[in-house]
């Protein structure tokens, strides 16, 4: 069946690091793939998305660039803030459903 | 961007009583929304798939008679918890499914502390 694995955390780094969230997918197919962000104690906001292979996906200095050949989506951020810290999910979309990974945590100091 | 809200965003109910939670898309129409339920510090799990016009179909070891949907219209599902009990306290997150964007988005979430 369809499912989502991303890396396990959390992940600390301290401010201005570079960021790196694996995550990889098997489905049928090759499913639309997001990344959601949710700060403590809300929902989940779309980061970014992308629907075909070789499709990169950008915001707020975040990046994930869809690698059919590797089935990952890895997420990417040059130089982390202490505002990015949250949970991070990658997700596959299976029909009309999301198939969400376990989430990783980031923490970020400064 | 589009957006969904939640109604309401907390509340703390005693053992045995109903709790409605609205889920409203307020730019897009939305055929199909999602419940999910999250615990602490754990993904997403579906719950049901509410379908506006027709039944909701619920995940595996979803009870359908005790988290009661309904899709009424294209900019609204309820979730109901009926007889709610300690361990239906929980965060619960909708989302709706924009056709145009082919994303979907999700409301800010409803913590149920049932006592």
């Known amino acids: 069946g369809n499912s989502v694995t991303q890396m396990e955390g959390p992940v600390t780094l301290s401010e201005e690091a570079f960021l790196t969230i694996n995550c990889t997918y098997t489905a049928t197919g090759y499913p639309s793939l997001f990344w959601y962000v949710q700060y403590p104690g809300e929902g989940l906001q779309l980061l970014l998305k992308?629907?075909?292979?070789?499709d990169k996906g950008s915001n707020k200095g975040f990046e994930a660039t869809y690698r059919k050949e590797t089935t990952s989506f890895h997420l990417e951020k040059g130089s982390v803030q202490v505002s990015d810290s949250a949970v991070y999910f990658c997700?596959?979309?299976?029909?009309?459903?999301?198939?969400f990974g376990k989430g990783t945590t980031l923490s970020v100091s400064s | 961007g589009a957006v969904v809200s939640q109604h309401p965003s907390r509340v703390i109910c005693k053992s045995g009583t109903s709790v409605k939670i609205e889920c409203r898309s307020l730019d897009f129409q939305a055929t199909t929304m999602f419940w999910y339920r999250q615990f602490p510090k754990q993904s997403l799990m579906l719950m049901a798939t509410s379908n506006e016009g027709s039944k909701a179909t619920y995940e595996q070891g979803v009870e359908k008679d005790k988290f009661l949907i309904n899709h009424a219209s294209l900019t609204l599902s309820t979730l109901t918890v009926t007889s709610a009990h300690p361990e239906d306290s929980s965060f619960y997150i909708c989302s709706a499914w924009d056709s145009q964007q082919e994303t979907q988005y999700f409301g800010p979430g409803t913590r149920l502390l049932v006592l």
């Open positions: 997700a596959g979309r299976a029909g009309t459903a999301l198939i």
């Open positions: 992308a629907t075909k292979a070789d």
